[in-house]
């Protein structure tokens, strides 16, 4: 019994667990420094952002960040002038041409180069991917005069021409891999209704290649959006200049710059390519989770 009864205070007193260790000093001081580093570089992506969204609506807007007070006349005054909403019209067709002929040459392209098997198509492949290697300015001259030399210097044709040109490489390997994966016997089998090859291509390919379409779609549209360097040598009028090109020379062609105006132009700027991007990734992720749950 005395054995017992000593053995219960030391039951008692034993540890419930092991103990807790203790973070070290030097590990506390590695994570805040990771939370700073992440926060500087927050800031430093949102502060031109919201320096933009802010100047926009500010009735006195500055080059500095501040609380405005809020406007909308340089939204007004955007759409109302004289210069601007030609810059934006300009932007408008040449982007949605250039992505129009840039997605019928590269669906075209890409089905032969899925479909068909020749001699030099996988040299040819990486070939035209090595033309996305060369900096676009090193070849800038040479493509103002070969514009030149065919007479579309200066114009909406020869830009848009460029324009396409320039990402074809990637919606052409884009395309094909999604075109890889559509089963060759489908097509043969809309052959064997009557449909013509072209026939088979609108009504199969088509629709089973919407995803890598929008794809290709929205990285065509926001390269020939955001291209400053080819219009910029291409175009000579001001009344052909693309909006990068105005909000540009509105920032150095005046000693005294409107920044209220500026700001809004550059919001404006901002929104086609993010309501395409909102719009085909919906459309994108329904037809991904559609092909899945059918498969």
Aim: glycine share 8%; aromatic share 10%.
């Amino acid at each position: 019994m005395a054995a017992t009864h000593a053995a219960e205070p030391q039951a008692a007193t034993a540890p419930a667990g092991p103990p807790r260790r203790r973070t070290p000093t030097w590990s506390v001081v590695q994570r805040a420094l990771q939370y700073a580093l992440m926060t500087l570089l927050a800031l430093f992506c949102v502060v031109p952002f919201a320096w933009v969204a802010l100047t926009a609506v500010d009735a006195d807007g500055g080059p500095t960040v501040r609380l405005p007070a809020f406007t909308a006349d340089n939204f007004v005054r955007f759409f109302t002038d004289s210069g601007t909403p030609r810059l934006f019209l300009n932007s408008v067709i040449v982007s949605f041409a250039a992505t129009a002929l840039n997605l019928a040459c590269g669906l075209l392209g890409a089905y032969g180069l899925s479909r068909y098997r020749f001699r030099g198509r996988r040299t040819f492949m990486f070939g035209i991917l090595l033309i996305r290697v060369i900096p676009p300015p090193a070849t800038i001259v040479a493509l103002y005069l070969l514009m030149v030399k065919m007479e579309l210097d200066d114009s909406y044709l020869g830009l848009i021409l460029a324009e396409a040109a320039a990402a074809l490489p990637i919606t052409l390997w884009l395309l094909k891999g999604t075109i890889d994966a559509v089963p060759a016997e489908l097509e043969e089998a809309a052959w064997l209704d009557g449909n013509t090859r072209f026939g088979a291509i609108r009504r199969i390919i088509l629709p089973l290649v919407g995803p890598g379409l929008g794809a290709a779609a929205m990285l065509t549209f926001m390269h020939v959006w955001g291209d400053f360097l080819t219009p910029l040598v291409l175009l000579q009028s001001p009344d052909l200049y693309p909006l990068s090109i105005g909000l540009f020379r509105s920032f150095t062609a005046f000693h005294q710059v409107d920044w209220g105006v500026l700001a809004a132009s550059a919001l404006v700027y901002m929104a086609p390519p993010a309501v395409l991007y909102i719009f085909l990734r919906r459309h994108l992720m329904r037809s991904s989770l559609g092909g899945a749950i059918k498969g």
